[in-house]
């Protein structure tokens, strides 16, 4: 199988050669870097340069997927009117200015392909669609509704105004989820089929789930509902040390991806066999970043057996990969991958 038929087979829950290997965003970084001699920042400003380093991402780890979507987060906001900077050394940006909260209801509606920045990455996808997109799966990204209006905003202030002026940030979520649903059909244009939805504000440390459900699980069903209804899949992340998946779960998105240190696999494989992919992530921030090949072998072959012969697993890190993450246990996880299907 291709990588592209393996990983949309696992999202369709039938049979594959192997478990796909998902990628996120522009995991381990560095040495993507290192080899193109390209820049984040120029990757954020200019489509070629960003289809550039997504493609340098599968040729370098080998995984099934690109990613046309990366940036910290923070694209779909300053679309919206958040201001940021970069760094002295080349990374994603930082949030410069949010909007004020006294200013939420004059953000509108954007066309991504209407903003210099967020058209980027789409332009980008149409990019690798053409070069890659009948042998790898080019995966669209953005932020949930709610990430999106707190990065706009601010996490704190978004927190704070759900109470203080909880129709104010209804109003402003409502109108993130018009700029992301259009998002989706601009993708379905240029011949994506999946988009991947950080929905890491679903965390039980920070809400509990009737907040979630009025300030986020509402509109990030009217996202999926209309991706959906125009043929796109959805893969919902959430790397939260508690999160609110069996919520997330009800908004019915194709795949769920969650850290296995922070749920219980059995759990979470007796509620989604047979109806939703699950994307397993294998611990980032320390395994894979610190720890040995063996080490993350062995994580590997817990998950692969935990869950079984059954369709519909996909492997991956927990989140994105950290920055200085070594290649050696990068591509332990498809070379367990592939040695644990070959003696299956």
């Known amino acids: 199988m291709s990588p592209r038929e393996r990983f949309r087979a696992a999202l369709e829950l039938k049979a594959v050669d192997r478990v796909p290997l998902f990628y996120q965003h522009l995991g381990a970084a560095k040495w993507l870097l290192q080899s193109t001699g390209l820049r984040i920042h ?63 209801d004059k953000v509108q509606p954007v066309d991504p ?50 109470l203080t002026d909880p129709d104010g940030v ?19 244009e240029i011949g994506i089929e999946e988009v991947f939805i950080e929905g890491s504000t679903a965390g039980g440390e920070m809400v509990d789930p009737s907040m979630y459900e009025q300030f986020d699980g509402q509109y990030l069903r009217q996202v999926i509902d209309a991706y959906r209804g125009g043929g796109l899949r959805t893969l919902v992340h959430n790397c939260t040390e508690k999160p609110l998946w069996k919520e997330q779960l009800a908004a019915r998105p194709t795949a769920i991806h969650l850290q296995l240190a922070s749920v219980d696999l059995g759990e979470v494989a007796a509620a989604v ?10 611990e980032h921030r320390e395994l894979l970043l610190n720890r040995t090949p063996d080490e993350v072998e062995a994580a590997v072959t817990s998950a692969m057996e935990a869950w079984g012969q059954d369709p519909g697993l996909i492997l991956g890190p927990g989140c994105e990969l950290p920055y200085k993450t070594p290649v050696e246990n990068i591509r332990q996880m498809k070379e367990s991958v592939e040695r644990i299907t070959r003696t299956a």
Not at 273 to 282: L, N, P, S
Request: hydrophobic content about 40%.
């Open 42 to 104: 120029d990757g954020l400003q200019d489509p070629e340069t960003f289809a550039r380093l997504s493609l340098a991402a599968h040729d370098m780890y080998g995984f099934d997927n690109v990613m046309a979507g990366w940036g910290d987060l923070l694209t779909e906001a300053k679309a919206h009117g958040m201001e940021w900077k970069f760094p002295e050394r080349d990374f994603y940006p930082r949030p410069d200015r949010y909007v004020d909260m006294s200013e939420i």
């Open 113 to 162: 392909m209407d903003d210099p920045t967020w058209s980027v990455p789409l332009k980008a996808a149409r990019i690798m669609m053409e070069r890659v997109g009948g042998e790898v799966a080019v995966v669209g990204a953005v932020c949930s509704p709610n990430l999106v209006a707190s990065e706009i905003v601010g996490m704190e202030n978004l927190m704070m105004g759900s």
């Open 170 to 188: 209804g109003k402003l979520l409502g109108t993130v989820t018009q700029s992301l649903i259009r998002y989706g059909e601009i993708a379905k």
């Open 273 to 282: 066999k047979g109806q939703t992919c699950f994307i397993a992530g294998i």
